[in-house]
């Protein structure tokens, strides 16, 4: 079945560590994105990328740092710089107006 | 930017009363229209979408919503919920002449709960 595979499903941060989250499609989208979810503030464009080796940032994205060498793959790596990172992290693709979502990571700080 | 305001962050309500999520977005040029629905520690899924046509757009699970062009809303009803429609539910919208990927912009979420 094609879809949207978000690994894993929950990550733990220490401080001062870098953490990879990986999302990887086979739906043979162009469009890529990474959301953030906060409890009542819905969800915050992280990253974005339209094709290979291209992505733009959304808006909140310090902290964040994201690569796309590979069309299915779109890795979300969150730094050290990002201080309250506690979060529901949500990857999607997109073709036209149809938008397919991962099931998520939830990263929590130890 | 565009902006989507959902203007209950909860919505209570009786087993198979009827439900209207309200929903209002910031623009005077033509978007897409749609309703998601997010089941606890899951991604979002696609309830129903407006692109153009009637006004009336139904979806899945009974639900339906309607495009106020003037009123710039797209409110979400459904006659009769069930205790299975509890869940955190998500307007959005995106400008379909972005060219390739639509950038996509999301309301706060409603919280809809059903009391048996």
């Known amino acids: 079945d094609g879809g949207i595979t978000q690994s894993p499903k929950y990550l733990f941060r220490k401080e001062g560590q870098n953490v990879t989250l990986s999302c990887e499609q086979n739906l043979n989208h162009d469009a890529m994105y990474w959301y953030r979810q906060d409890p009542g503030q819905g969800l915050r464009l992280i990253y974005y990328?339209?094709?290979?080796?291209?992505?733009q940032k959304g808006d909140i994205a310090e902290g964040y740092s994201v690569s796309r060498e590979k069309k299915e793959s779109f890795p979300l790596t969150v730094t050290s710089a990002q201080k309250n990172p506690t979060a529901f992290y949500l990857c999607a693709s997109s073709i036209t107006e149809k938008l397919f979502f991962g099931s998520g990571t939830q990263l929590s700080v130890l | 930017a565009q902006s989507v305001t959902q203007l209950d962050s909860q919505v209570p309500v009786f087993e198979e009363a009827p439900v209207e999520l309200r929903c209002n977005y910031s623009?005077?040029?033509?978007?897409?229209l749609f309703w998601y629905v997010q089941y606890p520690n899951q991604g979002l899924q696609l309830l129903l979408k407006?692109?153009?046509?009637?006004?009336l757009v139904k979806g899945i699970n009974g639900f339906e919503a309607e495009f106020n062009k003037s009123q710039t809303s797209f409110h979400l009803r459904k006659p009769s919920v069930h205790i299975s429609d509890t869940a955190e539910y998500f307007c959005a919208v995106s400008d379909p002449t972005f060219n390739t990927g639509n950038q996509f912009y999301f309301g706060t979420g409603t919280s809809l709960t059903v009391i048996p």
């Open positions: 990328s339209q094709i290979v080796n291209d992505f």
């Open positions: 623009s005077s040029v033509s978007v897409y």
């Open positions: 407006y692109l153009s046509g009637s006004t």
